[in-house]
């Protein structure tokens, strides 16, 4: 069984950084692909950056330019350096693995930006 436990969220203030961690267990890490993702409460799911266990990344419109995502293979773990936050990028962040066709999900992470 896949587990991911998420840490690092939190609430700053506009234009300010966080940076969210994922540790993974259960599965081949470098054979996982690993994503992050955010919600807000009424819309969907959106993609925030994701990254193959080769480390090609892939970054969702918004925060392009803003977010790097980056992984661990030795220590399991994949984060997420969030620069320039905006009153926007608040949501929950959850972190995504995906391994043999199957998706795996932390219990996510608040972020608030707010002055």
């Known amino acids: 069984q896949v587990q991911l436990v998420e840490s690092g969220g939190g609430l700053v203030q506009p234009g300010g950084s966080l940076r969210l961690s994922c540790a993974a267990s259960?599965?081949?890490?470098?054979?996982?692909?690993m994503g992050w993702y955010r919600q807000v409460p009424g819309n969907q799911r959106e993609l925030v950056a994701t990254i193959t266990g080769g480390g090609t990344t892939k970054y969702g419109d918004a925060v392009l330019g803003r977010f790097t995502i980056s992984r661990d293979n030795a220590k399991k773990v994949v984060e997420l350096q969030m620069n320039n936050l905006q009153p926007e990028d608040t949501a929950v962040y959850s972190c995504?693995?995906?391994?043999?066709?199957?998706?795996?999900w932390g219990q996510g992470t608040q972020v608030t930006v707010s002055s």
């Open positions: 995504n693995a995906r391994f043999a066709s199957a998706d795996f």
């Open positions: 259960g599965t081949i890490f470098r054979l996982t692909a």
